[in-house]
């Protein structure tokens, strides 16, 4: 199993993380034409305008081991620290998480390594990361937990509601088609 893959596997499925802490009517899927048009994907800046660039970067390193490229392109490609940036500059509540979160992150791989996080090797990052995955997972909702767990909880989601809210996850990786009427339902005998 390649690295990129591995690292999926220890981040864990992400499905059922999808908490969307914000209103949600920038979404891509919200846009999807229900009189036939094409689907319309929302431009967002190319960088940050809410969070800082080191945020950015560290936000964009966490969403690349969440969701790495693998046949389809992951997280970065699909453009969710754009979107991570778009809900810190919309949702307070969240700026100051991610900011806390990232400082927090930054501090302990400062102790532990004398780095930043950015700056660690993928092995490195992913023992980090790991135990705080698994304890935020058992978090049934974003406002429990420590401060760290919130944190990668609210990162762990806004990856997943930004990667399959973009053309990338709901189109290319989830064959997404708008409103169709299936023309008759396939047989559901072997």
Known sequence: MSGRRETLKILGAIGATCATPYSSNELYGQHAGHDGAPLVQIQMPAGPKTLTAAEYALLSRMADLIIPATDTPGAVAA???RYMDYVAAVNAGMRQLLAKGCQWLDAQCGKA???????????????????????????????????????????KSLTADGYFTSKTGLVDTLRYTGNTVMGEYPSCEG
């Open 79 to 81: 453009g969710v620290p």
């Open 113 to 155: 390594h004398g780095k930043r996080f950015v700056e660690l090797d993928e092995a490195a990052q992913v023992a980090l990361l790991e135990p705080l995955c698994a304890r935020a997972d058992r978090l049934a909702v974003l406002g429990q937990g420590a401060m760290e767990e919130r944190f990668f909880k609210a990162v």
